[in-house]
Structure formats: structure tokens, C-alpha cells
């Protein structure tokens, strides 16, 4: 761009970007205020009465103030605070609320250059502070959502508030190098529920848990009463500050209730042994929201784990009616002691039988060892059936870290199967199958001619120990 038509010389084009630079800078940043602002772009060739010279350098420097106060150049610090289609009346009782009333309203600002701002509601000179952070914050239009509900720092449990039934000034204050300047907007909140989801008689049991799914205190259960309906959430946090969710929002009712904190990560993995603040927080539809802590310790959280070490079925050809013997060899290799239950060693089922019907249901935590084959999900003929490893035997004792033992027990075949592909398996009761499949053996099964299958399962055991 030439502007000799203009009537510049170079040496009186050259004081416009100085007077230019005179002029307050404002937020604009358009590629025609830095043409203005550069005197290399300014080239003039023309010789013309001084006066007209002056008059046109006076047009040329009205029209670029003109220009950049478009842009927001030299313009206010802090505009006049607005709402979102002019609503000025909330509702924070809970329900949606109206058109003219509804459970939030925006505020709407903007800011002429880079600043710091503080973001607080006014009521009977109180200031409830939504934004005190010190942070910078560029040039442009910002929002601000309000429920009516506050943060509260006193008290008891107490951590958010809906404000009562009044008129009130929302405020915006900015420093911007140390200028200044503050706006305001009042609203009235028309209808307020202010009672907050109290919690109380918290209490857990017990409070020193291991998570080791060894059915000895894997888990604590919490209970508390609520005063009014609201989600309950819960979490666990380290003395780190980490936290993990006990419990995301579900919705309770008003009265007595329970949960479980199970010192496990979302993963299943326990937590790292230590002690935790376990919070449970109430938010009610309104916005009010109460919370209680308690302390609960993590210890020995380290999973059990076991390994067969060998696995024998005898004999291998077998007349119906007769045994087969079982011998099974376990190592604890984990950190934390194997709990077990009955049937103990050396008991004998019959194809009949399920460890359910002699009266040894699988106790959660606990570890056997189990024995199935390969048709037994088409055994319908058994009490109990179709189960997975319907023959089980505890390990005769709790097994320590690092100790063995070895199963023995017998199975009666009744079954008219002339060949059973039988193999073992080690379970932790109601948690998983730690390992199976275990030495798959086919048995060979003579029949004699005119068989007939009792049907009679054993009956139960008086004990299961």
C-alpha cells in the first residue's frame, strides 16, 4: 500500500508511528492496526501545501483511534455484567424451576485486556467468593454459572449451602497492572431449600481391613443415617491426598443404610497398605451437600495365590461301580494364609454327589481343591447338577506362605460313561478358579452287562470342617 497520493513527505510520514505509539494499546490484533503501527510500510511522494499535510496526518490518526476502539482498543477494563436472555430471579429449592426463574443463572462479562479477577456474590456485606485464584486471565468474554448454593468452611460437615429467599449482588473486581475495576449485577433467589442432607452416626466395622480375599476382614461395611433423600457418593484418600471412589453417586432415601468399602482400586488390585480417610457426602436436588470422614487402616492387602504341584488319577481303567483315587499337591505361594473348609481329605463321593449335597456349600474366601470331567455339563442326574468341579476337598488345614500339602480323596463312579476325561482343579470359594484343567486323565470304564445306575446321592455330612 503507497499512500504518496496522500501528500507526505518521507521525513513528515516518519513521526506518524510515533504519534501512533503514543496511543493505548488495546486488544485488537487484526493485520490492519499492525499495518498502521508499522512505519516501514509507510512510503509518501508528494509535495503539497503544509496545512493540507497536517489536516490529512489529523484525518489519518482519527480514522486508526476509530479502527482499534472497534477492536476493543483503548476500551473499557471491565464491561457491564449481563445474564443469559436477561434472567435475574433463581430458583434453588430443588425442582427446575421457570423460564423467569430457573435452577441457574449465567453471568456474562468481558474483559478489555489481560487481568486478574475476583468473581464473589454479595449478600448483607458478606462476600461468598466464586473466583479468587489470582490468575491471569486473557482479554474476552467469560461465564460464570450460579446454582445458589455456596461452599461453607466452618462446620461439622457442612460443605455446600443454598443461599435463603433474597436479592443479591453478583460482583466482579479486576487489577490489571494495578488499574482497577469492578461491575455488579443483582438477582433474587424466589424459592430456597436450605436444608442440608445431614449424615450421622457414621460408623464402620471393622476398621482394619485386608483385602486379601482371605474371608478374614477383606472388607469394612459403613453405616449412617440420612435426613433426606439425596446421592450418596464415597471415597477413600491416602495420606497423600489420592483418592479412590468407595462408591460413585447413587440415589438413597431418607433413613438407615450401608455400604461397603472393600480396600480395592477400580482394577480389583487392593489398595497399598496404610492408613485412609474414608468420606461418604450427601448432594441433595438443590444443591446443599453434608459430608462425614472416618479413619480406616489397610494391612496385609497383598492377593493370595496357590499352585498345584501335581495332580494323579488311579487307576486309569476302572470297573463302574468302583473308586477312583485322587491326589492333588498344593504350595501357598502368595504372602497371606490359606483359609480352608470341609470336606476334608480323603472323603468319598460317588458320581451322584456334589460337594452342595453333602452339606459343604463353598464358603466365600475359603480354597479347595476340586475334581470334574468332561461330560459333566451334560450330567443331569446328579442332586445339584450341572455344577463345575462338583467333587471338592478342603486342604486339611490353613496353609501358611510357603507350605504344602497334599489331597487325597475318592470318587465312586456310578456313571454308565465307558470313558471319562477327569482333571483337577484349585479354587478360592466365590472368588475364582486359581487354576484349571489341571491334568486332564482319561479313565477307561468297564460296564457290565444288565447295569443299573443307583441314583441314591450320599447323604449330607453331620460337619463340614
Request: charged share 15%; with cysteine.
Amino acid at each position: 500500500m503507497r499512500l504518496s497520493r496522500w501528500g507526505l513527505n518521507p521525513q513528515t510520514a516518519k513521526l506518524i508511528p510515533y504519534f501512533l505509539s503514543l496511543m493505548p494499546m488495546g486488544g485488537c490484533d487484526s493485520p490492519l492496526h499492525h499495518y498502521l503501527r508499522s512505519s516501514a510500510r509507510f512510503t509518501f511522494h508528494s509535495h503539497h501545501h503544509l496545512l493540507m499535510r497536517l489536516f490529512k496526518i489529523f484525518l489519518t490518526l482519527s480514522f486508526t483511534v476509530t479502527l482499534l476502539a472497534g477492536c476493543g482498543w483503548g476500551g473499557a477494563l471491565l464491561s457491564p455484567i449481563s445474564t443469559e436472555a436477561g434472567i435475574t430471579q433463581l430458583t434453588a429449592d430443588g425442582t427446575a424451576g421457570s423460564r423467569a426463574a430457573p435452577n441457574l443463572i449465567v453471568f456474562d462479562y468481558n474483559l478489555g485486556q489481560r487481568s486478574t479477577i475476583k468473581a464473589y456474590i454479595l449478600a448483607a456485606s458478606q462476600r461468598y467468593y466464586l473466583r479468587n485464584d489470582n490468575r491471569t486471565r486473557d482479554a474476552g468474554g467469560y461465564q460464570i454459572a450460579f446454582d445458589g448454593s455456596l461452599p461453607v468452611s466452618n462446620t461439622n460437615g457442612l460443605v455446600r449451602q443454598v443461599l435463603p429467599v433474597g436479592d443479591y449482588q453478583f460482583v466482579v473486581e479486576v487489577n490489571a497492572s494495578g488499574q482497577t475495576a469492578n461491575q455488579q449485577q443483582t438477582f433474587r433467589i424466589v424459592a430456597a431449600d436450605t436444608m442440608p442432607p445431614t449424615i450421622d452416626n457414621l460408623a464402620a466395622a471393622p476398621t482394619t481391613i485386608s483385602p486379601n480375599d482371605d474371608a478374614i476382614d477383606d472388607s469394612a461395611q459403613l453405616t449412617y443415617r440420612l435426613a433426606k433423600a439425596a446421592k450418596v457418593s464415597a471415597t477413600a484418600t491416602d495420606i497423600t491426598g489420592t483418592t479412590t471412589i468407595v462408591q460413585p453417586p447413587l440415589k438413597v432415601l431418607t433413613g438407615e443404610h450401608a455400604l461397603t468399602f472393600n480396600g480395592k482400586q477400580p482394577s480389583g488390585s487392593p489398595l497399598p497398605d496404610g492408613a485412609y480417610t474414608v468420606t461418604v457426602q450427601a448432594a441433595d436436588a438443590a444443591g446443599n451437600v453434608f459430608q462425614r470422614s472416618l479413619p480406616i487402616s489397610v494391612e496385609g492387602g497383598s492377593p493370595p495365590s496357590a499352585t498345584a504341584i501335581s495332580v494323579d488319577f488311579s487307576p486309569t481303567q476302572v470297573i463302574v461301580g468302583s473308586k477312583l483315587h485322587v491326589r492333588i499337591k498344593v504350595r501357598n505361594t502368595g504372602k497371606t494364609t490359606l483359609r480352608t473348609q470341609g470336606p476334608p481329605g480323603g472323603f468319598t463321593y460317588t458320581t451322584n454327589d456334589t460337594y452342595a449335597s453333602i452339606g459343604c456349600p463353598d464358603a466365600a474366601g475359603f480354597w479347595r481343591v476340586g475334581v470334574d470331567w468332561n461330560n459333566n455339563r451334560n450330567n443331569n442326574d446328579r442332586v445339584g447338577a450341572p455344577l463345575r468341579y462338583p467333587f471338592r476337598w478342603g486342604l486339611g488345614h490353613d496353609l501358611k506362605p510357603g507350605e504344602e500339602t497334599t489331597v487325597e480323596g475318592d470318587i465312586v463312579i456310578y456313571k454308565p460313561e465307558t470313558s471319562m476325561t477327569f482333571y483337577a482343579g484349585l479354587l478360592q470359594e466365590g472368588i475364582s478358579i486359581a487354576a484349571d484343567g489341571l491334568h486332564p486323565t482319561n479313565i477307561q470304564v468297564s460296564i457290565p452287562s444288565g447295569y443299573t445306575q443307583p441314583n441314591q446321592p450320599t447323604p449330607p455330612l453331620a460337619s463340614c470342617k
